[in-house]
């Protein structure tokens, strides 16, 4: 009887993680501190030199991954974080979420977020 539940439990999990699928692109690195974008969540706006993504922050060592919704206005090299999400890495539960847009802030191409900006639109 505990192998067949442990085997549902199993197949559960993994198709949960399925659902919630995710493209994450490495950007950059510090200690035990990931930086990435989803390329799954990339909208290009050429028109209005926008982009629209996901960025996620993960924190290996507290099991955490912060995710930011991001609009990005390439031109101007500003960033506007339009929403946050705090995650447990391994399980994707959400612990906390903040829907609050924040106003827009500068960013230096040597910074992460220039650094994401190159690669989504110049695959550097």
Do not use: W
């Not at 192998?3 to 493209?23: G, Q, R, V």
């Not at 190159?118 to 550097?124: K, Q």
């Amino acid at each position: 009887m505990q192998k067949i539940f442990l085997t549902a439990a199993f197949i559960l999990a993994l198709s949960c993680s399925t659902c919630a699928a995710e493209d994450l692109r490495f950007v950059d690195a510090m200690d035990d501190t990931g930086y990435y974008y989803d390329a799954d969540s990339v909208d290009h706006d050429e028109e209005n030199s926008v982009l629209n993504v996901k960025m996620a922050v993960i924190k290996a060592g507290l099991n955490q991954m912060y995710t930011y919704d991001l609009r990005i206005d390439y031109v101007e090299r500003t960033y506007e974080i339009l929403s946050t999400k705090t995650l447990s890495y391994d399980t994707r539960a959400e612990i906390e979420s903040n829907n609050t847009r924040r106003p827009p802030q500068r960013y230096s191409d040597k910074a992460e977020m220039g650094q994401m900006v190159r690669l989504i639109l110049y695959g550097e």
